[in-house]
């Protein structure tokens, strides 16, 4: 989805507007309005909300039970960080 579709992070009580995430949940494929299981987010990153998507966003992202990977596509940079969650339930760095 892009970033017209809502993610719903329950734990938080909050929606927010990913620029693209995925979910391959049937409970999201009949739920038109807002997305509850994402597994990976992509967001790209400006000068306004670049500390925002890094910090207080991905950790409002981290609750969600399903999330697996959190892109950010810093276009200032040139550059994209990959996190990843592992085996043991960590983020690690890509």
Known sequence: FMNTMKL???ASDAYFYPD???TCA????NNGDAKHSAVFIAEILSPSTSAFDRGRK????RKLPDLREYLLVD???MAADLFRKDAT???VLY
């Not at 049937?26 to 494929?29: G, S």
């Open 8 to 10: 719903r992070v329950e």
């Open 20 to 22: 693209a995430f995925v």
């Open 26 to 29: 049937e409970t999201d494929r």
């Open 58 to 61: 991905f950790e409002h992202y």
């Open 75 to 77: 276009t200032e940079r």
């Open 89 to 91: 339930g960590h983020w």
